[in-house]
């Protein structure tokens, strides 16, 4: 008989747990993503970095971008525009294309080359006529039909954003390679 009020207690309060359970509201549950919406952002961002310049609809004010090949993170929409459009200049950049996306519920990855000519240190062209094609791979989080952080390796030098831009109150932040920020 001792058993028996125990098994009714264990079997009510696994009830009532399943019950808030079931009831309790998800944490992200209305911000979490289709793959059909992680795909139309996805192409959103990758046409602003490439195309338009311009981040401002498809990111979050504080979206985070880390070169995790040159430890170098930065956080703010005109910070990442700045890092996007000197990347182009770094490579000279004639063309820029997508060779692949994959597009996942709340994230995606895309691999994206850049042509462009050889230059050497003074900016002239060391070899006339040789092209370059440099490729980068790009890993999305998304959250809310917006992006909230960018990955993105291949880019193993420090670029250039020790001021902040126009609109942003984000600095660059310097971290290291293999290290967690």
Do not use: W
């Not at 209305?30 to 046409?47: C, F, G, H, T, Y």
């Not at 992006?147 to 126009?166: E, M, N, R, W």
């Amino acid at each position: 008989m001792a058993r028996k009020p125990l098994r009714h207690i264990i079997a009510l309060f696994g009830l009532a747990l399943l019950l808030v359970v079931v009831h309790s509201p998800a944490r992200g549950a209305d911000a979490r993503m289709s793959r059909a919406e992680s795909q139309i952002v996805a192409a959103q961002l990758l046409d602003g970095m490439l195309i338009t310049h311009n981040l401002g609809t498809v990111c979050t004010s504080n979206v985070i971008v880390s070169f995790n090949d040159s430890g170098q993170t930065l956080v703010g929409i005109g910070l990442a525009q700045k890092a996007f459009d000197q990347l182009l200049e770094i490579n000279n950049a004639s063309e820029a294309t997508i060779e692949s996306l994959i597009v996942g519920e709340g994230n995606a990855s895309a691999e994206i080359a850049m042509t462009g000519n050889v230059t050497d240190q003074h900016g002239s062209i060391a070899e006339p006529g040789r092209v370059v094609r440099t490729t980068y791979s790009v890993f999305i989080d998304m959250n809310g039909g917006k992006v909230t952080s960018l990955h993105i390796y291949g880019v193993d030098q420090l670029l250039d954003l020790s001021t902040p831009a126009a609109n942003d109150s984000y600095y660059p932040v310097q971290t290291f390679p293999g290290q967690p920020y």
